[in-house]
Structures are given as C-alpha cells and as structure tokens.
C-alpha cells in the first residue's frame, strides 16, 4: 500500500534520532529544514553528525539505547544497522503513540521519508513509497530545475494578500487567477 503524503507541523514536537552514522546524518538534514528540536542518542557518531549536532547546539548522548528513552518524544528515527533493535523500538513506540521510521525497514516505520525540494515557503515531495528511491531522488533534480528564481517573492506576495484580503470566493478566484498567471509567465519561457 501507498504511503499517505501529509505535511506535519513541527512545531513543539520533539524529535529522536537514534544512530549517528551517515545515514543518521541524513535524515538530521532533512529534519533541520523544518525543526530545531532534535535529540540524538549513540554510541558513536561519524564527523559530519557531529558537526551537525555542534552547528544546531543539538542534544547529544553518546550512549546504547534504553527502553523509555523515546517516552518525550513525537517522532523517533531509528537509524541503525540492527533489525532487532529497530523492530523493538517500533513496537515501544506503540505504547506512546509515536511515529517512528526506522532506516531501510518499512515494516518498522509509520512514516519514510520522501524525497523533497525546499525552497523558502514551498516544498515538493515526492514518494515512490519506497519502490525506488532513486527515482525519487532523480525526479527531484529534474523539478529543482523546473522551479523559477522568482517564486520565493511570488509566494511572500500571495501570502500578504492572504493575510489582507477579505476571505471569500472574490479573494479565491483572485488568487487563483494569479497563481495560474504566474506559472503560465514562466512555463512559456
């Protein structure tokens, strides 16, 4: 089955990563675009992790896992190698009604991560719910490279009108109107 795509608000939601190899500072990238409130717990952590950890002034504990570390948190990432481990993490979750996504294992995770394009306020992602993540991943070059230089500015503009106009279908077409003005203006180029 195909995984339901949903933007999550962050916002006062705690995140866990646990591992810190390469593949930990993976999924610590991505989550910095949206949050800065991530915890790490591992045994060792790889250069790039580290430095990660020390740029964003990120909790750090350099230790194994323990039952209950993830009890305070609203998304865990597990990012080790051991099977065992990720599937007894995935089951704890259950008890605290936490996502979890455990690295490589969809049968361990409520969420994956799909591949995305961030630019200021817009975010394109993009899932072939874990068929192939390359494709994935070469599907997102090709929109990077679709997406205007101007659309941060277009986006702050739509956004004051929001915020200004009076709500109602007036204001609905408008914007509509120019949204679809503004994709047509670059599309033709």
């Known amino acids: 089955m195909a995984y339901f795509p949903a933007f999550i608000k962050l916002d006062n939601k705690k995140i866990l990563i646990i591992g810190g190899g390469y593949i930990a500072y993976e999924k610590l990238n991505h989550l910095l675009d949206f949050t ?9 952590i790889c250069e790039d992790m580290a430095k990660g950890i020390k740029d964003n002034n990120l909790a750090l ?82 929109l990077q490279n679709l997406i205007p230089a101007g659309i941060s500015e277009f986006l702050k503009e739509m956004k004051d009108l929001r915020r200004t106009l009076p709500k109602g279908k007036e204001r609905m077409k408008m914007l509509d109107k120019k949204a679809q003005d503004y994709i047509k203006s670059w599309s033709n180029r």
């Open 61 to 142: 504990e350099k230790r194994a896992y323990k039952i209950g570390d993830i009890k305070d948190f609203s998304v865990i990432i597990v990012a080790v190698d051991d099977i065992s481990l990720q599937a007894e993490i995935f089951a704890e979750s259950k008890q605290y009604n936490c996502l979890c996504n455990s690295v490589d294992s969809v049968d361990y995770c409520d969420f994956i991560f799909g591949s995305y394009v961030k630019k200021d306020d817009l975010t394109i992602a993009i899932s072939t719910s874990g068929a192939s993540p390359a494709m994935a991943k070469h599907l997102k070059i090709y």
């Open 36 to 44: 800065k409130d991530i915890s790490v717990i591992a045994l060792e």
